[in-house]
């Protein structure tokens, strides 16, 4: 998160088969939150917290929220496009897009 957020901010939504999650969030190289899915503290920063605020983590789908989360944090979304390459590959990858918050 360090090098992605380099330039500006960088946010990410981990999930897998075993209902892992992880949610962080980083600024200019720092990490300024990261934490498992409706298990976290109240975000430190205000960013973050204007991130997930109004999102229910604890009912309806945790990573649909996550996932918004990241949207609003760095403003920027997947899509339709990103999905097909993604599915096309097969695989995971990094979206990245040069912006400023």
Known sequence: MHAAS???RAA???WN???LTRLSFAEHGRVLDAF???YQNPPGAAAVTAAVAGLDF???DRTAAGLLAVQRFTGRGLTPDDLTRIEEADLAHRIHVNQQP
């Open 58 to 60: 604890e009912r309806g």
């Open 17 to 19: 088969v075993n209902a």
């Open 6 to 8: 380099a330039a500006g």
């Open 36 to 38: 498992e899915v409706g």
């Open 12 to 14: 990410s939504m981990y």
